[in-house]
C-alpha cells in the first residue's frame, strides 16, 4: 500500500495559496515568470516558497542562482532560502546531472517530494511546471487539491493552439485559473487576448521580450531590477497577488 | 531525520485505512521497507514510536514489525537484472544520499552494469509501504 500519498495534505496544510505557473508550451517563460512572481511576492513580505516540478530539465536553480546549499534534515528535508524563498528542487540530488525518467518515476518523484519536504506555514508556494499536460500536471491536479494556475503563453498562434488546450482542460476540471499572461511580447496585437477571452478565462496581461534580461539571470538582485519585473509586477497588480 | 517523514506516512495511511475499514484499535502495522532507500531502521523504529505515542488510544498496543525488501533493478534494454548492493559499490557518499532521499535518482547516478543504459526499472525494494494492517472494530 502505497503510503506517502496521505501525509502530503499535511505537508500543505499552512500554506495559504498553492500556484502552478504552466503552459501547453516549452520555452515560454514559465521558470522566469516562476521564479520572479516568488521574488515578487517574498519582496512584498510574503512568506513564500518555489518547487520545481521540471524534473528533466530544472532552470528556477539557474535563474536564481542557487549554488552549494542542500536542504537540511529536520522530521523531513526543511528547503534552503534564497532571497527569501524556501526554494525546492531535484537538482540538490542529480548534482545537475542529465536526469532520464519515465513517467511513473516522474510521478514516484513528485509523490516523495510532496510527502518529505516540510515547508512550514507559507503564504505561498510558487510551482514552476514543466510544459504540457503530462504526469506532472496530472500529478499537480491529484495530488495538491487546493492548487490554482497562472498560465503563460507567447504571442504565437502555435503556442497559443497548445496552450488553448491547457486552459480547456483545467476549465473543464474545475481548477481555478488565476489568469493568462502573454510574455515575450514584440508587437502590438491582441490576438492571444481574444483567444483567451473566448476560453472563457481572465487575461491578465502582457510581458515585453527584454533584450537585458539574459544578464540578470543568476543573480536575484540584479532580476529585481529588470523591465521584466517591472511589468510582471505591474501585471501582478491586475490579480489578486 | 527524513526518517521521521517516511514514518508518519505509515502512521497516516494507517490511520486512514483504519477509519474506512471502521476499525477501533489497530492491533499490527506489518511495514516493508525498500533497500534502495537504506532507511536507517533505528531512527525509522524511534520515529514511529514517538508518532504512535502521540497518537493515544487507537494505536496504544500496536504490534510493529518491518521487513526488509531486497531491492532488484532491471534493464529495460537488454532485460540484464541487478541488485542494489552491486549498484551500492559504485557510489559515493552523496549519490548514496541522494537516492536515500529520492530513490528514482538512481536513474541519474548508476547505469546499467551490463550495456550501460540509464533505462532500467526499479522491479522491487523502492521505498516504505504498509504490507498489511490488523484490527478490532
Ligand atoms: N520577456 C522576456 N524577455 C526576454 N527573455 C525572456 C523573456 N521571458 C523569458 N525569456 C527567456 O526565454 C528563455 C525561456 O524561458 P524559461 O526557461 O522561463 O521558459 P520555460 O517556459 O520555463 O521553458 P521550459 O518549457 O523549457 O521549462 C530563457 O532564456 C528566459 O530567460
Ligand atoms: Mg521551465
Ligand atoms: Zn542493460
Same mark, same amino acid.
Given at each position: 500500500m502505497e503510503v506517502r500519498v496521505s501525509v502530503i495534505k499535511k505537508r500543505l496544510k499552512s500554506i495559504k495559496r498553492i500556484i502552478s505557473v504552466a503552459s &501547453?508550451?516549452?520555452?515560454?517563460g514559465k521558470s522566469l515568470v516562476a521564479s520572479t512572481l516568488a521574488l515578487n511576492l517574498a519582496e512584498k513580505g510574503h512568506k513564500v516558497g518555489l518547487l520545481d516540478l521540471d524534473l528533466y530539465g530544472p532552470s528556477s536553480h539557474i535563474i536564481l542562482g542557487v549554488k552549494d546549499v542542500f536542504p537540511e534534515e529536520e522530521k523531513g528535508i526543511i528547503p534552503p532560502k534564497i532571497h527569501g524563498i524556501k526554494f525546492m528542487s531535484i537538482v540538490y540530488f542529480t548534482e545537475d546531472k542529465p536526469s532520464a525518467f519515465r513517467g511513473i518515476d516522474i510521478t514516484n518523484i513528485i509523490i516523495e517530494l510532496l510527502a518529505i519536504t516540510?515547508? &512550514?506555514?507559507?503564504?505561498y508556494l510558487i510551482i514552476d511546471m514543466p510544459p504540457g499536460i503530462g504526469d506532472e500536471t496530472l500529478d499537480v491536479i491529484r495530488f495538491i487539491k487546493k492548487g490554482e494556475f497562472l498560465v503563460v503563453t507567447t504571442p504565437s498562434k502555435v503556442a497559443m493552439g497548445a496552450v488553448s488546450k491547457l486552459l480547456k482542460i483545467l476549465k473543464e476540471l474545475k481548477i481555478p485559473v488565476i489568469g493568462v499572461l502573454e510574455n515575450m511580447k514584440m508587437t502590438e496585437s491582441s490576438i492571444i487576448e481574444d483567444t483567451v477571452a473566448e476560453i472563457g478565462i481572465p487575461f491578465i496581461g502582457s510581458i515585453f521580450f527584454d533584450k537585458n534580461l539574459e544578464d540578470a539571470i543568476g543573480d536575484g538582485d540584479l532580476l529585481l531590477k529588470t523591465k521584466f519585473m517591472e511589468e510582471l509586477g505591474d501585471n501582478l497588480k491586475k490579480t489578486n497577488l | 531525520m527524513h526518517e521521521w517523514a517516511l514514518a508518519e506516512s505509515i502512521i497516516t495511511a494507517a490511520l486512514e485505512a483504519a477509519e474506512k475499514e471502521h476499525?477501533?484499535?489497530?492491533?499490527e502495522i506489518k511495514i516493508g521497507i525498500g533497500?534502495?532507500?537504506?532507511?536507517?531502521q533505528d531512527i525509522f523504529e524511534f520515529a514511529l514510536n514517538e508518532i504512535i505515542k502521540a497518537h493515544?488510544?487507537?494505536?496504544?498496543?500496536v504490534k510493529i514489525s518491518i521487513e526488509t525488501e531486497e531491492s532488484t533493478l532491471k534493464c529495460k534494454i537488454c532485460g540484464h537484472t541487478w541488485s542494489f548492493s552491486d549498484m551500492m559499490k559504485k557510489l559515493n557518499e552523496e549519490e548514496s544520499e541522494a537516492i536515500h532521499f529520492i530513490p528514482e535518482v538512481a536513474f541519474v547516478h548508476t547505469?546499467?552494469?551490463?550495456?550501460?543504459?540509464?533505462?532500467?526499472?526499479?522491479?522491487?525494494?523502492?521505498g516504505v509501504s504498509i504490507i498489511s494492517i490488523k484490527g478490532k472494530r
Open positions: &501547453g508550451k516549452g520555452g515560454v516540510q515547508w &512550514g506555514p507559507l503564504d | 476499525l477501533k484499535t489497530i492491533t533497500e534502495l532507500q537504506q532507511i536507517e493515544g488510544k487507537k494505536l496504544k498496543n547505469r546499467c552494469p551490463k550495456c550501460g543504459s540509464p533505462d532500467f526499472e526499479i522491479i522491487t525494494g523502492r
